[in-house]
C-alpha cells in the first residue's frame, strides 16, 4: 500500500478500495469548517469581555468568516477543478489551520476579525473540495449513499460546536475554541495524502476568471448587505452593497450568457430539478441557522444553562439529523426526491410552528421536539438535494457543482440569522417596551435591556447587584432608623430585579414564538414553491444528462493532479 495517494479514479476502473476512508476524511475537514461558526456562538460572551467587543464587533467577528467564505467559493471551485480538487482541499486545510491559529493570539477585535476571514478563505477552498472530491472518487451507484453520510456530518457538526465550545470553556479560554481546529485540521491534511486520491478536470480550458471576479463581487457585495443592513441600519454602506450586488448579479448573469465556456452556466437554473434543490436547500437553510440562533440563546440566558449544557441538549437535532438521513437513503430510490424533499420541507415548517408555543414558563422538555423533527427535516431533505445539484454538472465541473450547492446553503444560512434575527430582536424590545411601561427605572436603562436578552439580563443583574450593596450597608449600620430605610430600599429593588428578569425572559420568549411563525410561513410558502418546481419520479427516472455530458467532454476524466 502506497504510503502517498497518486493514482486518481479512473472512470471505468473497479470502485476506489478505499473510498469510504477517504469519506471520512471528506467528512472531517466539512465537519471542523461548520463547527467553527457554532461554535463561536457559545465562546462569543468569554471572547467579548476579554477583548471589550462591542455589539458591531462581534458581530462582524462572526460575519467576518462568512463574507469571504460565500464570495469565493465557485471561484476556488473552479481553480481546483481545473488544477487539482485534492490540492484544494489540503491549502485549505492549511490556510483554515492558520487562521485558527492567528485567532487564539488574536488582543484585538480587529486581529480575530482578521482571523475569521483568514479561516473563511480556507473553508471556501474546503467546502467545494469535498463535495467535488466525493462525487469524483464514488462511483454513481453510491454516490447518493456518500452524499447522504456527508449531509449527516454537517447536521452533526451543527449540534456539535456547542457542546465542544462548551466543554473546552469549562477549563479553559476562548481561544481554545479555536486551536481545537488545528490538530483535526492537521490530521485531515495527512490523511488527505494517504486516502483521498487525486482528481481534477479532464480538459485544460482557460477558467472564466472575469466570471469569477464578477461572482466573487454580488456574492461578497449581496453577504456583506444581508449582514449590515438589518443588524446595523441601512446607511450608505448598506445601500451602496445592495446596488453593487444587484449591478453585479446582472453583470454576471449577461457575461455567463455570452461566454462559450462559463465558470457557472446559469442556464442549469432553468431546470426544474436543479432550481428547485437549489431553493430548497437555502430556505432550509434560512430556517435551520435562524433557529438555531435564537434557540440556544433561549436555552442559555432565559433557561439558565451554561454553554456545555446548551451545547448537550441540542443534541437531539444530530442525532434526528442522522435518522432522517437514513430514512431519505431508502425512501428517495423508491419515491422519488420530490417527495422526500417535499416531506423535509413539511417537517421544518412543522418544527418551526411547535416553536410558536413557547412563552415564559417553557422548559427544554418543550423545545426537544421541534428539535427532533427539525433535525429529521434536515435529513430527508438535504441529501436528495445535494445529490441533485452535483449531479447536474458533468465531471468536469464537480468543484462547481459543490460550490453552487455550498453557496445556497451559505447564503440561505445568512438571509436566516438576518432576516429572522432582526424580527426577534425587534419583536424582543416591543414586547418589553410593553412589559416595562410604568417602570420606574430610568430611560436610558430601559433601552439597554431592550437592546438584546443579554443585555436584559444584565441590566436584571445590576439591579440585584445594587440591592446586595443596600442590604450589605443597613448591616453595617449602626442607626436602626436608616437600617430599616436601606433595608427597605434593597426589598424593593430586589422586587424590582426580579420583574425585569422575568419581564426580560417572558419577552424574549414571545420574540421566539412570534419569529418562529414569521419562519413557519417563510418556509411553509417557500415548500410549495419547491413543490410545483420538483418534477416526479425517481432518481433512476431522472439520471441527469451530466453524465452524457462528461463522456462527450471528459474522455480523460480523473487526470492525475
Known amino acids: 500500500m502506497r504510503l502517498v495517494m497518486t493514482e486518481p479514479v479512473g472512470p471505468t476502473d473497479r470502485p476506489y478500495a478505499r473510498r469510504w476512508w477517504a469519506l471520512l476524511v471528506l ?13 463561536l456562538t457559545v465562546a462569543a460572551p468569554d471572547m467579548t469581555r476579554d477583548l471589550g467587543l462591542s455589539g458591531a464587533d462581534l458581530q462582524w467577528v462572526i460575519d467576518g468568516y462568512t463574507v469571504p467564505y460565500a464570495a469565493l467559493m465557485l471561484l476556488l471551485g473552479a ?29 484585538s477585535a480587529a486581529t480575530v476579525i482578521a482571523a475569521r476571514a483568514v479561516m473563511g478563505v480556507g473553508a471556501a477552498l474546503i467546502m467545494p473540495a469535498t463535495l467535488s472530491l466525493l462525487a469524483a472518487t464514488f462511483p454513481r451507484a453510491e454516490r447518493a ?20 465550545a462548551g466543554a473546552l ?86 457575461w455567463e450568457l455570452r461566454h462559450p465556456r462559463p465558470i457557472l452556466d446559469v442556464r442549469r437554473f432553468t431546470g426544474r430539478r436543479f432550481a428547485g434543490s437549489n431553493l430548497a436547500v437555502a430556505l432550509f437553510f434560512l430556517a435551520v441557522f435562524g433557529a438555531f440562533y435564537y434557540l440556544t440563546q433561549h436555552l442559555q440566558f432565559v433557561l439558565g444553562y451554561d ?37 423535509g420541507m413539511v417537517g421544518g415548517t412543522v418544527a418551526l410552528a411547535l416553536l410558536t408555543r ?44 459543490g460550490a453552487v ?5 451559505e447564503l440561505g444560512g445568512s438571509l436566516g440569522i438576518a432576516i429572522l ?74 422586587e424590582g430585579a426580579r420583574q425585569m428578569k422575568d419581564a426580560v425572559g417572558s419577552s424574549f420568549a414571545d420574540a421566539v414564538s412570534h419569529t418562529s411563525l414569521i419562519g413557519a410561513v417563510i418556509l411553509g410558502a417557500g415548500t410549495l414553491a419547491v413543490a410545483l418546481l420538483l418534477p416526479r419520479g425517481t432518481h433512476r427516472d431522472q439520471e441527469p444528462a451530466a453524465a452524457e455530458q462528461t463522456k462527450a467532454e471528459n474522455p480523460e476524466v480523473g487526470a492525475l493532479n
Open 405 to 409: 450547492n455550498d453557496t445556497s446553503l
Open 358 to 401: 413557547v412563552d415564559g414558563a417553557s422548559s427544554y422538555g418543550d423545545f426537544v421536539a421541534p428539535l427532533i423533527v427539525l433535525g429529521l427535516a434536515i435529513g430527508l431533505a438535504l441529501s436528495p438535494c445535494t445529490d441533485a445539484i452535483m449531479g447536474a454538472f458533468p465531471e468536469s465541473e464537480l468543484g462547481v457543482g
Open 79 to 107: 481553480i481546483g477543478d481545473k488544477y487539482s480538487r485534492r490540492g484544494a482541499l489540503v491549502l485549505g486545510l492549511v490556510v483554515f489551520g492558520g487562521g485558527a491559529v492567528f485567532g487564539s493570539l488574536a488582543d
Open 27 to 39: 467528512c472531517l475537514s466539512l465537519l471542523i469548517i461548520v463547527m467553527a461558526n457554532t461554535a
Open 169 to 254: 470553556l469549562k477549563n479553559h479560554g476562548w481561544a481554545s475554541t479555536f486551536l481545537i481546529n488545528v490538530p483535526i485540521a492537521a490530521v485531515a491534511l495527512v490523511a488527505a495524502f494517504v486516502l483521498v486520491p487525486p482528481s481534477r478536470a479532464g480538459h485544460h480550458d482557460r477558467i472564466d476568471y472575469v466570471g469569477g471576479a464578477l461572482s466573487v463581487l454580488w456574492i461578497g457585495a449581496l453577504v456583506y448587505m444581508i449582514i449590515e443592513g438589518p443588524h446595523f441600519g441601512w446607511d450608505a454602506k448598506a445601500v451602496t452593497a445592495a446596488v453593487v450586488a444587484g449591478a453585479g448579479l446582472v453583470a454576471f448573469v449577461l
Open 421 to 494: 434575527g432582526s424580527l426577534l430582536s425587534t419583536s424582543y424590545s416591543g414586547h418589553l417596551a410593553d412589559a416595562t411601561t410604568g417602570s420606574k427605572l430610568p430611560a436610558d436603562t430601559l433601552a439597554t435591556a431592550q437592546d438584546s436578552v443579554g443585555a436584559g439580563y444584565a441590566v436584571a443583574q445590576g439591579i440585584g447587584d445594587k440591592a446586595q450593596q443596600l442590604a450589605e450597608r443597613a448591616a453595617h449600620t449602626a442607626d436602626p432608623q436608616q437600617a430599616a430605610q436601606l433595608k427597605a430600599q434593597a426589598g424593593q429593588l430586589v
Open 307 to 343: 454553554a456545555l449544557a446548551t451545547g448537550v441538549r441540542m443534541l437531539p437535532l444530530a442525532g434526528a439529523v442522522f435518522a432522517g438521513s437514513a430514512l431519505t437513503g431508502y425512501l428517495t430510490p423508491r419515491v422519488g426526491m420530490k417527495w422526500t424533499v417535499t416531506a
Open 145 to 164: 449513499k456518500a452524499i447522504t453520510l456527508w449531509t449527516a456530518t454537517a447536521g452533526l457538526a451543527i449540534a456539535a460546536g456547542p457542546v465542544v
